[in-house]
């Protein structure tokens, strides 16, 4: 995970390089309990590989659905092999995104849970990523049934493989219809594709609103330990200073008592 994430911050991705701060601002085991710990440094981190993955694969399938396209255009592509094919690819986009709200879910939930731990410690961000993540969900679920709306499909369908072969199959009847089944598929990728992006950099602002929570957390318990080490320094002088001081003036004291007597 992390030497994927070393590849991104060469790659110049974003993400990726926000993610290397949070590393590099890693409190150690005995700050855990006061600010941001290694269990949400690794769930972040996670977090940010998974979308990272999702769009590269939809990447894919978008190029894919291209290639199909093509195909059909030169008359490549039988019926039956349109239909494996075009099936295959739509089941495993569905599964991306299934898993593209099922990541703003859990971001979500795990927002609920940051906040809950640190905001009576000064977590307060500007903008509530927990319903900004709740908001994302609805809006990829409305943009892809705008694309489904064109084969009579529901987004719930998606997840269920026989309304998926029960379309294509009547969808490959004709020709017209094969290539409107791939134009759609390439709709649903294109539209995740989009949605992706928008989660990322929703992601980037809510894991910068939390990277600087964790600075500022941390440079708190800098100057407490520092001043802590110069009031503990400055105890052990003074102690010091005063035994010795109080010992010699007792014993002038005490000498010129003797002088007199």
Known sequence: MVGALREGVRKGTAV??????????????????AIVGATEITQLLNHVELILQYEQQVQQYITQFKQFENELKQAAMLPQQFMNLTHSQMVGLANVVGKGHALAYNMSNFDDVFTSKFSSIGYTPTQNFSQRYQTWSQTSHDSVQGA?????????????EENIIDSLQSQAQTADGQMQAVQVGNQIAAA?????????????????AKYAYQQQQQQQQDEQQKSMGMFQNSTVFI???????????SGSSNNTTSGSN
Do not use: C
């Open 192 to 208: 995740e594709a989009d949605q992706l992006i928008k989660l990322r950099q929703l992601m980037m602002s809510d894991m910068q």
């Open 239 to 249: 102690n010091n200073g005063g035994i010795h001081g109080t010992s010699g003036g």
């Open 16 to 33: 990726a390089a926000i993610a290397g701060l949070l590393l590099i601002g890693q409190p150690q085991p005995a700050h855990a309990s």
């Open 148 to 160: 489904l709306d064109a084969v009579n499909l529901q987004s719930s369908d998606m997840n269920d």
